[in-house]
């Protein structure tokens, strides 16, 4: 299910009619797949060239929809992000790059073909991204429009920090900075009782932290879109414990995080072989052994 959000369904939190917090999710419906589909289809017929392909998506209207710029990141953690639809020019380019193959290529038909269906496959993959684009947009918009709807996933390009009241006493805050490369983030944030719920352990779990990041957030995420279903759900279980359990609460999001910093400075104060975490998913744990011993 993780490997679908942000694909073709978007990762959801929501409040339910007995005013429970649950998690959810919305489909993401593409209204443009039969026209792609039916190009894709045409493209390894060797008679269906450029100017045909053009001349197909001219003729299905619906496409001259999908003209806009998006804030869409095909990967969140890449720099330069972002997408922009132009039909009419990319009919332009069919025609162009048909011209210009007949022109340089007379001779040899064969290689003519095979860039012939590489453009081809291009502007296809141009268009279903297109329409990627559209849609999980028009999907944003039926989320910002039901007021249940409390938190949900996106691939938004930019800077956003929008503060959540789940309860009266909870807030959760989802920092992101997707698009722009080495300044990318994805962070959760939990508010109780307008105290914030900082990782203090991650002091002594990772070998290189600093109190300005940490303080950043509660859960730092990986930028995939897979881990929107780990930030929805830590914000979940964080809340409902809040509700159920205000002791427990505390001692596993506060007083937990303190002993548990406390501990481990003391444990590699006084031994000679420790073992940091790796953030980085498939990374392994590195071991390290102080210097004279």
């Keep these: 299910m993780e490997n679908r959000i942000n694909e073709d369904i978007i990762c959801i939190l929501k409040k339910s009619e007995s005013s429970n917090i649950i998690m959810s999710y919305l489909p993401i419906v593409n209204p443009f797949l039969d026209a792609i589909n039916e190009i894709e289809n045409l493209c390894n017929n060797r008679n269906f060239g450029l100017i045909q392909m053009a001349e197909k998506i001219e003729s299905f209207k619906e496409l001259n929809l999908l ?101 009266p006493n909870f807030s959760v805050e989802i920092k992101t900075n997707f698009g722009y490369g080495n300044s990318s983030y994805f962070f959760t944030k939990l508010k109780y009782k307008n105290i914030e719920i900082t990782p203090f352990s991650e002091w002594i779990d990772y070998e290189y932290a600093e109190f300005s990041q ?59 072989q420790f073992s940091f975490k790796r953030k980085e998913e498939h990374k392994k744990d590195e071991h390290i052994t102080k210097i004279g011993h």
């Design 67 to 167: 003209n806009a710029e998006y804030s869409y990141c095909q990967e969140l953690n890449r720099p330069y992000q972002g997408v922009k639809a132009n039909i009419q020019e990319l009919i332009k380019e069919l025609i162009e790059k048909e011209n210009e193959l007949e022109k340089s290529n007379d001779n040899n038909k064969d290689d003519v073909a095979k860039e012939k269906l590489a453009f081809k496959y291009l502007v296809k993959n141009k268009l279903l991204l297109w329409s990627k684009a559209a849609s999980i947009n028009k999907t944003y918009r039926r989320c910002y429009e039901d007021k249940t709807i409390l938190i949900f996933s996106h691939r938004l390009r930019g800077w956003s920090n929008p503060v959540f009241q789940l309860t």
């Design 214 to 272: 940490i303080n950043r957030y509660t859960k730092s995420h990986e930028l995939k879109n897979k881990y929107w279903y780990e930030a929805i759900f830590f914000c979940q279980k964080a809340c409902d414990l809040s509700i159920q359990d205000e002791n427990a609460f505390v001692q596993k999001y506060i007083l937990d995080e303190c002993e548990k910093m406390v501990s481990g400075l003391e444990k590699i104060f006084y031994t000679d």
